[in-house]
Each structure stands twice: as structure tokens, then as C-alpha cells.
């Protein structure tokens, strides 16, 4: 996601920032920029990559010189296009304050029309933006208050997450920065201070860091730094050596980005419900497709079409739309859908899935569905792709880049964009207020649950222990399990190139049983839901043929460890939000085989995270 780097010291500033910002490409990045002070505020941005700022400097860096403190950014959109006027920092209106900003600012748009009434003008369309001239305006009505003063004050209107860096030419000697839910880190110098998003830009300068909590703030000066609480409290921190290699430091202290995505995946799950489920309230909004719901409420029929992972996700969608929303949904395969000729009009609407937002066949299917005259709504993580700028409506999964070629928190942001999406569209007609704020009360448990499952990292890696030798798997799972099945075959064959099929648990009798001997595994996702008792016989059968079963279960059963001693417990949950669960062992029992058996799970062969190409 966005990246921080902030300098105050006694050496030229610019220089710094950009070899900094360079040392943040690994997280995936659309734009960047910096600003620095030397006598006044001097900014440059552009989108495109670091390099492109590079240029841009090596033209008109000169104006830089001499600047001693400074921040600079790099941008992943999530409010507004990937473009040079989106890209931070963002200045006020009279080019005295500049400010970078990670998180989402969940009420910019209600602050935003507060300002602009009162006369403040807009230049880029990005949620952060609303940060600096509310600080300007509390400034100009305090003087007193001074910089840090009035970003305290400004982050007390503010709801969401950020980690912010300001700076200001009429106090040019520090760097204001804040922290709520977006990390921040210190990195102490000998007279000079480096901020950031996390270390991998301060290790090369210095081992000595300290970690900013949430809803704390620090005032970093030349020769000190201050931390208080946005409260105005001040705090003593401790200060940590770092002991990390800059690669290890890349990948958040993971040896692979997909097992740091897979870790990912609760603060995931928060950033995608922000600002959009409100759960007392029994409250589902969604800008992207505001103006449209009245339209999608009243559609005949919802096509879904997507590729491989997000393709799962369709079908979970299918699940839920159908069960809380009662509208017809089909799930195609974009490829299918678009050389089949299908029936599809001005009364459906086609939903696109994909964590690219390139992918070649979703892209057709799309341009098909327009064609024939459906209203087409996109579900993609990359903002600015090309399916969101194709598509009449749609939300993004704000999962943060995703470098592993197997999609795990991309996955996971889809289903609860679908789990949100049909709460929405149940909403007034079809189930009530209060199941309504039940299953959002479910939702947004998950995050917690989840953080739970992956505690179980090390006894999951034992279980990996005893697949890694298979040449063959079988996934079964039944209901809303019956895609995460799916799903965690392609997984297994993805990254382990074990062949694995997932099917749906009733289907085994109708032909993998004949496959299944002492060298079938097996893994059954067998939680307590409607079908229990089912899944249960199936794992007899299993056994019965010498078959090996790995168990996905529900916590407190102890039914299921008189079948198999290889079980992976999940907290209780409703069956709708089960998937979310069920899915996270299957990603790190995946992850700890391929890397058992020596794989490079980044990069698996032949395989590449966006197929821009039939
Ligand atoms: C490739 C990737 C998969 C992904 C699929 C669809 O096969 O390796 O991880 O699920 O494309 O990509 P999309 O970007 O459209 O979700």
C-alpha cells in the first residue's frame, strides 16, 4: 500500500527522500512525490514510478537544494484515478503546508463539503486532501495553535485510519506526523530523524526505531522528537534496534509476500468493511454503486463473471445474493461467457470480478455484456485498472497490492465486498433490519476470527508436513465450503503443482471415490452447518477406502477427532461468513507445502498474477 518517508537533518533532503521512496516500490505503488523546505515549500509529483519522479527531479531538483527536511510519498489509489494531481503530498491553498497521507479518511466527503462551502478549492479528488486545508483553516482561526496544534485538532474531525507526515514553511524546522491504524516508525539518526511507513527505508541510515502506536503523535525536530497521544498526553516510547535484513523488512518479516498477505488479512478485512458497514445501525454503504442500487435491486437477473480465484469469489456471491437478496445469479467464467453467446439484456446485470482489473477474458466478457445492453458493475482491487474505467459502477476491495502470484487477501476482500453488496440489496425487501444486523455483526467479527486461525500457523505447518508428498489431493467442501474447496485446490496446485480437485462433498460418490486409496488426501471442510451430519458420512466413506483426512472444523467439536487427528479448528460462525474463515487454513497449509517441498511460491511457474493476454 501508500508509502512514507520523511527526512529532517543537516543533509540535502531531496536526495534522501528519493532514495527512499525507491526502497518503498516493493509494496506497489501508482504515483509519487515529496516536498521539501528550503526558505519555502517546493513540490514535485507525478504518477507512474519513482523513476518518472526521478526525471522530473534531475529537470527541476535544483529548486530542492539546500533543503534539509522534507516527505515524500508513494501513492496506491483508493479515493480518485492514479494521476499527477491525486498523487501526494497535498498543499493548502496558500503552499505553506504540505501533507502526506496513508488510510482512508471514511468522513472526507462530509468535511470535504464543510470546506468547499466555505470557499476552500479542491485539485485532486483524493480523500487526503481534505486533511490540509482542514488544518489550514484551524490554523488561520488559532494562530496560537501552531502546526502541531492544529493537526491535533484537525485529526479530531477526522474518521478512519492515517498515518500523516505535514510539514510547513512557517515552522520549518519539524515534521508533524500522526498514526491511527496506518503504521508509523521513527528511525533515529545522529541529528538527523527519518519517518516512515515501516523500516525498510530507514535501516540503510540507522537500526535504532521507534514505533509510533495508534492515535499517537510525534513532533520530530533536528535534535528531538516528542511522541503524545492525539489527547495531548505525552508518552515515554521505547526505543527498538533493528535486526532485520532490508529483503525480510520488505516483506512486513515474512520470508514470502503471499505468506505476508495471508497475514494480512484481518487489518484486510477492516480496511475493506471502513467507512461502508456500520453494524448497529444495520447500515451497508457503498458509494460506488449509491445511485445504482435501485437498479440492481430490480435486475431480472446478476451475471457474475471473472477468472480463477476472483471466479470463486463469484460463486460465494451467487450464495449469498441468492439466499438474503432472492435475485436470480448466475456465475460464468469471463472466457465462457464470452464466445458462448449468451442471453443477456437490458434487465441483467453482469458483475465483473478481478483483483487486476486487466484480466483479457473479464475485460471481454465485460465489453460483451455492454454491448448487448446489461448495466455491467465491477468489483476490482486496482483502482484506475481498466474494468472500473469500463464498467458504469462498482467498488474496489481496498486490499492494498497484492504481489503473490496466488490471490489470498484479494480473495478474501471480494467475498466481503459480496457479503456487503448483498446485504445492500436485501435491504427494504427481502430479509429484516435485524438479520440484517446480524449477519453485519458476523461480518465484522471475521477480522478477529481470523486473527485466531492464523495463530494456528505452526500446527497447520505440521499438518503440511504429512501432504507434502502427495501427488494427488482432494478438497471437499458443501454449501458456501463447496467454493472454498475449489479454491483451496487451486491453491495446492498452484503454488505446490500437487494436483488437487475441489468438489462439492455429495459429488465424491459420483466419481472421485474410485480414486480415493492410502496415497488420496483428503481434505473436508466439515464446520456445523446444515450439512454436518453429511460431511460426516463422507468422511466415513473416506476412511473406509484408506483415504487420509484433513479436517476443517468448527472450535468445541470433538465428534470430528474420533475420524481423523489431522484438524484445524476455526471459531463458530454463521454458514454465510464461513467461507471467509474456512479459507484461511487451506491458504497456509498451501503456502507451508509449497515451501516445503521447495517451490517458489512467489513466482510460481507458468503462471502470472494478471493475464492480460487470451
Ligand atoms: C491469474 C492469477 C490468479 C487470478 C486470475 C484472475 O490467473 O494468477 O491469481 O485469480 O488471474 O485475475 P484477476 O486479476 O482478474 O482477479
Known sequence: MCGIIGYIGRREAAPLLLNGLKRLEYRGYD??????????????????????????????????????????????????????????????????????????????????????????????????????????????????????????????????????????????????????????????????????????????????????????????????????????????????????????????????????????????????????????????????????????????????????????????????????????????????????????????????????????????????????????????????????????????THAGPEVGVASTKAFTAQVIVLFMLAMALSKGRTISHEEIRLNLRELADVPDKVARILEQNDAIKEIAVKLKDARNALYLGRGYNFPVALEGALKLKEISYIHAEGYPAAEMKHGPIALIDEDMPVIVIATRDNTYAKILSNIEEVRSRKGRVIAIASEGDREIERLTKDVIYIPQASAAVLPLLTVIPLQLLSYHVATLRGCNVDRPRNLAKSVTVE
Not at 470557499?119 to 485532486?124: K, Q, R
Not at 488561520?140 to 496544534?149: F, I, M, P, R
Not at 469469489?313 to 435475485?327: K, M, N, T, V
Open 31 to 396: 504515483s509519487a512525490g515529496m516536498a521539501v523546505l528550503n526558505g519555502s515549500m517546493k513540490m514535485l509529483k507525478k504518477k507512474g514510478s519513482v523513476s518518472n519522479l526521478e526525471e522530473l527531479l534531475n529537470v527541476s531538483g535544483t529548486v530542492m537544494l539546500g533543503a534539509t527536511v522534507g516527505i515524500a510519498h508513494t501513492r496506491w489509489a483508493t479515493h480518485g484515478d492514479p494521476s499527477d494531481r491525486n498523487a501526494h503530498p497535498h498543499m493548502n491553498v496558500s503552499d505553506d503546508i504540505a501533507l502526506i497521507h496513508n488510510g482512508i479518511i471514511e468522513n472526507y466527503s462530509t468535511l470535504k463539503q464543510e470546506l468547499m462551502a466555505e470557499g476552500y478549492e479542491f485539485e485532486s479528488d483524493t480523500d487526503s486532501e481534505v486533511l490540509v486545508h482542514l488544518i489550514d483553516r484551524i490554523w488561520k482561526n488559532d494562530l496560537a495553535l501552531g502546526l502541531e496544534g492544529s493537526v491535533r485538532h484537525a485529526l479530531r474531525h477526522v474518521d478512519g485510519a492515517y498515518g500523516i507526515c505535514v510539514v510547513s514553511s512557517r515552522e520549518p524546522d519539524k515534521i508533524v506526523v500522526a498514526r491511527k491504524g496506518s503504521p508509523l516508525v521513527i528511525g533515529l539518526g545522529d541529528g538527523e530523524f527519518f519517518i516512515a511507513s515501516d523500516a525498510a527505508p530507514i535501516v540503510e541510515h540507522t537500526n535504532k526505531v521507534v514505533y509510533l502506536s495508534d492515535g499517537e503523535m510525534a513532533v520530530v525536530t533536528r535534535d528531538n522528537y516528542t511522541v503524545k497521544t492525539i489527547e495531548n498526553v505525552e508518552q515515554q516510547k521505547r526505543v527498538t534496534e533493528l535486526d532485520f535484513s532490508l529483503e525480510k523488512i520488505e516483506k512486513g518479516g515474512f520470508e514470502h509476500f503471499m505468506l505476508k498477505e495471508i497475514f494480512e488479512q484481518p487489518e484486510v478485512m477492516r480496511d475493506v468493511m471502513r467507512g461502508r458497514v456500520r453494524v448497529e445501525e444495520g447500515l451497508v454503504q457503498l458509494g460506488g454503486i449509491h445511485d445504482y442500487l435501485d437498479r440492481l435491486k430490480q435486475a431480472k437477473r446478476i451475471v457474475i463473471c471473472a477468472c480463477g480465484t476472483s471466479w470463486h469469489a463469484g460463486l460465494i456471491g451467487e450464495y449469498l445474493i441468492e439466499e438474503f437478496a432472492r435475485i436470480p445469479v448466475e456465475v460464468d467464467y469471463a472466457s465462457e461467457f464470452r464466445y458462448r453467446n449468451p442471453i443477456v439484456s437490458a434487465d441483467d446485470v453482469v458483475i465483473v470480478i478481478s483483483q487486476s482489473g486487466e484480466t483479457a477474458d473479464t475485460l471481454a466478457a465485460l465489453r460483451l455484456a455492454k454491448e448487448k445492453g446489461a448495466m455491467v458493475m465491477g468489483i476490482c482491487n486496482v483502482v484506475g485498472s481498466t474494468i472500473p474505467r469500463e464498467t458504469l459502477c462498482g467498488m474496489y
